[in-house]
């Protein structure tokens, strides 16, 4: 039975604000899931790198049975995930620090992102206890779209290439991340178990809209269109704006909401560059880039919007496309990674072309003028979230660690 557990999320914190460029979904899962665990009397401690001066070594704010530790490795300040990779050694090296200054054993490893498969292998080494591996997105599936020059496609792939061989299981959060590990990785079917992540129902639920709407300013009468997200290319908001340049003459009372990114800062250059093609559009009269906002504030907005839209290139699963489907939104989303499995076309949503937006914008309309339909769309999602409660999937993830946990020790004892 597991009764302490290492997590392993070296280049983001659960504690760090959401809707940044680096802080979304596995910020979420790490967060929520941790509650659950420590919920049910299992000590976790979370390992996270320093990447400011005012964080604690500990931070026991997260919930009970839960630390947060934060450990030295390389500069003490943000740096980009790949940046990371130079510090791995050092960050294995302070964990190993911390267990033998305050000692614990733990009973495994869930280690999240590639970065943290490969401490956790280092880790599995020295402390014998066996590992469980998320990896919320794919190097592959990202050099498939990706623009940046900066990346590096070649070590991470190669990384997780060994990860998928040093776990002793896998959660895939999709069966589409599960057809990639087995296609492009080559993962031994028997390691990959595929576990959702989940929702929290209390926070995400069906509001009155029109309540919503005047609680954050949005005229009754008018239909709000909201994406919430990280802002960075592969998240195509460009596809909304383009979607909504082909049908605003239509229909006047559209306004847009951007939810995520800081648009006071002049260096965000995604966020610019959506700014101007809003303008050159000229759509930028109707709509808002409200910046990141804290996850307790996004139900309003979800309730507030006639649809929500999630247009991303790639996208292992899609948080945002189950909070809006629990809060009885209709979500119209690009039919890529885990959204394909997540929203179910004509059902509780549509699933579109990735970078099509006429057909984005026929979605829009066809919800926007068939109020019957969008109604029907809500009542489906909702009752479709409810398949993803925290405590269920954490139920799930238990049974595996169990599992894991229980083989570990029996192959050891043989071994002896
Ligand atoms: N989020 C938030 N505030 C923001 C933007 C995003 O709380 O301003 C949260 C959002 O509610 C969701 C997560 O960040 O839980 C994004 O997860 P998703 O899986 O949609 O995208 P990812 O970040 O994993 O690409």
Redesign the pocket.
């Known amino acids: 039975m597991v009764e302490r557990l290492a997590i392993l999320s070296v280049h983001t914190s659960p504690l760090a604000v959401?809707?940044g460029k680096k802080t979304?979904?596995?910020n979420?899962y790490i967060r929520e899931l941790a509650r659950q665990l420590g919920r049910l009397g299992i000590l976790v401690d979370i390992y996270t790198r320093r990447v400011s001066s005012e964080q604690p070594v500990v931070d026991m704010t997260l919930g009970e049975n839960v630390r947060v530790i934060h450990v030295v490795a390389g500069p003490i300040q943000l740096l980009d995930p790949d940046q990371v990779y130079s510090y791995l050694s050092q960050f294995t090296a302070g964990v190993i620090a911390f267990t033998t200054k305050n000692p614990i054993e733990y009973d495994l490893i869930y280690s999240h992102y590639w970065l943290s498969g490969w401490v956790a292998n280092k880790l599995k080494e020295v402390w014998n206890i066996p590992f469980v591996h998320m990896f919320h997105t794919l190097g592959h599936m990202k050099q498939r779209i990706a623009t940046s020059t900066a990346y590096l496609p070649d070590v991470r792939i190669a990384v997780e290439t060994q990860i998928v061989n040093w776990a002793d299981r896998i959660i895939a959060a999709t069966q589409a991340e599960q057809a990639q590990l087995l296609w492009l990785y080559r993962t031994d079917r028997r390691k990959i178990v595929v576990i959702p992540p989940g929702v929290d129902l209390k926070r995400f639920h069906p509001l009155p809209k029109d309540q919503a709407k005047r609680q954050i300013g949005v005229d009754e009468n008018n239909h709000l269109l909201l994406f919430?997200?990280?802002i960075e290319p592969l998240k195509a908001v460009d596809t909304i704006l383009e979607a909504v340049a082909l049908i605003h003459q239509y229909h006047p009372n559209l306004c847009v909401g951007i939810?995520?990114g800081n648009p006071k800062n002049p260096a965000d250059a995604e966020l610019n560059r959506l700014q101007m093609l809003a303008q050159s559009l000229c759509i930028d009269g109707i709509v808002n880039f409200l910046g990141?906002?804290d996850?307790n504030l996004?139900p309003l907005y979800y309730a507030a919007a006639s649809i929500v839209i999630v247009p991303s290139d790639y996208?292992s699963?899609?948080?945002?496309a189950l909070?809006a489907m629990a809060s009885g939104t209709p979500v119209i989303a690009s039919e890529v990674g885990g959204l394909a499995f997540l929203v179910r076309d004509e059902e509780t949503g549509f699933l579109v072309p990735a970078r099509d937006p006429s057909a984005l914008a026929n979605g829009i309309r066809t919800i926007l003028t068939q109020p019957e339909k969008r109604k029907e769309l809500g009542e489906n999602a909702v009752a479709l979230a409810h398949q993803y409660t925290w405590s269920g999937i954490t139920q799930q993830l238990v049974t595996v660690f169990n599992d894991v946990v229980q083989n570990h020790k029996r192959f050891t004892r043989r071994k002896h």
Not at 317 to 320: A, K, L, Q, R, T
């Open positions: 959401l809707g979304g979904g596995m979420v919430v997200g990280r939810i995520g990141a906002k996850h996004l996208e699963f899609g948080m945002v909070e």
